[in-house]
């Protein structure tokens, strides 16, 4: 399956494709790590999601970057 066709099923759900290569639910977001020009997502079980440069934007405007307690 294309990731954009898993993204669009994904659409009724709280959540947001943070990569080319990922889609994470907003509730599994523990904090937002940024090291230098990178950024990255801590999901709950210690994965670390990176936030692509190109979508940083658009998920800063949606709030997922400034998380509160995060």
Same mark, same amino acid.
């Given at each position: 399956? *294309?990731?954009?066709d898993a993204?669009?099923m !994904?659409s009724e /759900?709280?959540g947001?494709?943070?990569h080319?290569?990922?889609w ?7 904090? $937002? $790590? *940024?090291?230098?020009e990178r950024t990255?997502l801590?999901?709950?079980g210690? !994965? $670390?999601?990176?936030?692509? *440069?190109a979508l940083? *934007?658009?998920?800063?405007?949606g709030?997922?970057?400034? /998380?509160?307690?995060?």
């Amino acid at each position: 399956m *294309r990731m954009v066709d898993a993204v669009a099923m !994904l659409s009724e /759900l709280p959540g947001a494709r943070v990569h080319r290569s990922w889609w994470v639910a907003r509730e599994a977001v523990e904090a $937002v $790590v *940024r090291a230098g020009e990178r950024t990255e997502l801590r999901l709950g079980g210690g !994965l $670390v999601v990176p936030v692509s *440069r190109a979508l940083r *934007r658009e998920l800063a405007e949606g709030g997922w970057l400034d /998380l509160p307690g995060r």
